[in-house]
């Protein structure tokens, strides 16, 4: 007889964002994302950290700083962004990202450009920024739809 508690696509999808979220070396944040096709194949994962070729522990990680320059934010690259450009088709049109984290208004801006039509996020807990604003209403006028993705409360355990 088949099995009938598997996972359903969102909890697998957003199970491999929660997870890619964990290679982030943010202490504060960690962000995760997974690109998914219209076939539910995964064409790519990124999560939040310094740009390829930058040492991590010689690049500022705090929050606040004399200067933005000694802060993580002008240097981090985000997991969206990171999904994008790690992508193994050339083509993102019509795909799905699941994310961790709901996309800023930069990254919005690169999910609208690379043809990304349904975003699926996890938290939303800068919501009442105006970056989020912004990626809300840039989404609104570009047709791409975002969902809350909704907990289905099942635990799982890996040991690594």
């Not at 909890?11 to 290679?23: H, K, T």
């Not at 504060?28 to 219209?38: E, F, K, L, P």
């Not at 539910?40 to 320059?69: A, F, H, Q």
């Amino acid at each position: 007889m088949k099995r009938t508690d598997y996972i359903s696509w969102d909890e697998y999808f957003m199970g491999i964002a929660m997870l890619s979220a964990q290679r982030s070396k943010d202490s504060s944040t960690q962000v995760g994302a997974c690109i998914v096709n219209g076939e539910n194949k995964i064409v790519s994962v990124g999560y939040n950290g310094m740009p390829t070729g930058c040492l991590d522990d010689e690049m500022p990680w705090e929050r606040e700083g004399d200067t933005s320059l000694d802060t993580k934010y002008p240097f981090v690259c985000h997991a969206e962004l990171n999904a994008i450009l790690n992508s193994n088709i050339g083509n993102l049109s019509g795909c799905t990202v699941y994310v961790t984290l709901f996309p800023c208004n930069e990254c919005a801006k690169a999910i609208i450009q690379s043809g990304i039509k349904r975003v699926v996020y996890y938290d939303n807990k800068y919501a009442d920024t105006e970056s989020v604003k912004a990626s809300c209403m840039l989404f609104g006028k570009c047709g791409v739809e975002f969902d809350r993705y909704e907990p289905s409360g099942k635990d799982m355990i890996l040991s690594l």
